[in-house]
Nanobody
Framework: QVQLVESGGGLVQAGGSLRLSCAAS????????MGWFRQAPEKEREFVAA????????YYADSVKGRFTISRDNAENTVYLEMNSLKPEDTAVYYC??????????????????WGQGTQVTVSS
């Protein structure tokens, strides 16, 4: 079992920045990949970014590449999503998720095993 708790969401103006955090507990954190997803109202949950257990490899959706950075601190059992140059279309509930079943990075929500409760990010124009 893995428990995930996100924090750091909020309201920000377009062009601003936010950093989301996701604290994990329950399994050895460095053994599994982590991902960030988001879901806007009336839209499907979509992949944002993922990072391997070691932190050495990352992968991003095209829509956030160059603006968002995923990182992790395995000593603190925490994964981060640094979001810069935010746009109104980034408005969504953001979720962190743990993929304990594979070594490669995956982008499909259904394959992730554990999810946090989500944190709201609202970007005003």
């Amino acid at each position: 079992q893995v428990q995930l708790v996100e924090s750091g969401g909020g309201l920000v103006q377009a062009g601003g920045s936010l950093r989301l955090s996701c604290a994990a507990s329950g399994r050895t954190f460095s053994w599994y990949a982590m991902g960030w997803f988001r879901q806007a109202p009336e839209k499907e949950r979509e992949f944002v970014a993922a990072i391997t257990g070691s932190g050495r490899t990352t992968y991003y959706a095209d829509s956030v590449k160059g603006r968002f950075t995923i990182s992790r601190d395995n000593a603190e059992n925490t994964v981060y999503l640094e979001m810069n140059s935010l746009k109104p279309e980034d408005t969504a509930v953001y979720y962190c998720a743990a993929d304990v079943s594979a070594y490669n990075l995956r982008t499909t929500p259904d394959v992730y095993d554990y999810w946090g409760q989500g944190t709201q990010v609202t970007v005003s124009s």
